[in-house]
């Protein structure tokens, strides 16, 4: 089945210890995001990609980053994670900006310590 | 910028109707989407709004008002499962990404 496929599910990393969170998907979307998502809270989001072109959401930390080395994988680096960062990632995807409906993976939690 | 509003939980019983309302304000509109999302879950897409009037799809109906900046999410014949948050999410001409609302919390007892 063609899906959106985040990995690990959990990640715990130390304070200010760089870490990367990976996402792929075999529906041959163009446009794929990254969500930040805390408790009880809605999805935020962080930044797109639109093929290649990539678009940052204007108050998302210079702490994270994001590659997309080709169409079906894209990443997540949190350069210093502070406590405040630990949340529920998610990755979408979807045919082209706006377009709905957006496929999300299944996200990864990450836990600061 | 662009706000929704929508209540924070709601609860009803197995085999109920219930109605989740969301209000927004943004600078351009698209359109209103609504996606489920179990606890620990992926958001799941449930509908998609562009124009006024009712989207009807199996046991859940989603209705919008551009007039009134006003949308609505019906889930009929209510089981157990549910139970989960659902948001509302609008798409923003300037923007092209999806804001979302707070999310509604739904309880549904037996």
């Known amino acids: 089945d063609a899906m959106v496929i985040q990995n690990p599910r959990y990640q715990v990393t130390q304070f200010g210890k760089p870490v990367t969170l990976s996402c792929s998907q075999t529906?041959?979307?163009?446009?794929m995001y990254w969500y930040q998502q805390k408790s009880s809270q809605a999805p935020k989001l962080l930044f797109h990609y639109y093929d290649k072109d990539f678009n940052n959401e204007a108050d998302t930390p210079d702490n994270f980053q994001s590659r997309r080395p080709n169409t079906s994988f894209c990443f997540l680096d949190i350069r210093s994670p502070g406590l405040g960062d630990a949340a529920m990632y998610l990755c979408?995807?979807?045919?082209?900006?706006?377009?709905?409906?957006?496929?999300f993976g299944d996200g990864t939690r990450l836990s600061i310590l | 910028g662009q706000s929704l509003e929508q209540p924070s939980e709601v609860t009803a019983v197995e085999g109920a109707i219930v109605q989740i309302n969301c209000t927004y304000q943004?600078?351009?509109?698209?359109?209103l989407s609504w996606y489920q999302q179990h606890d620990g879950g992926a958001p799941t897409f449930l509908s998609y709004?562009?124009?006024?009037g009712l989207e009807e799809t199996g046991r859940f109906s989603s209705f919008l008002s551009r007039s009134d900046s006003y949308g609505y999410l019906l889930l009929q014949e209510l089981q157990m499962k549910d139970s989960a948050s659902y948001f509302c999410a609008v798409r923003d001409t300037g923007y092209s990404t999806l804001t979302f609302g707070k999310g509604t919390m739904l309880l549904v007892s037996p």
């Open positions: 943004t600078s351009g509109f698209y359109g």
């Open positions: 529906l041959n979307h163009n446009v």
């Open positions: 979408a995807t979807s045919t082209s900006l706006g377009d709905q409906p957006q496929h």
């Open positions: 709004n562009a124009l006024d």
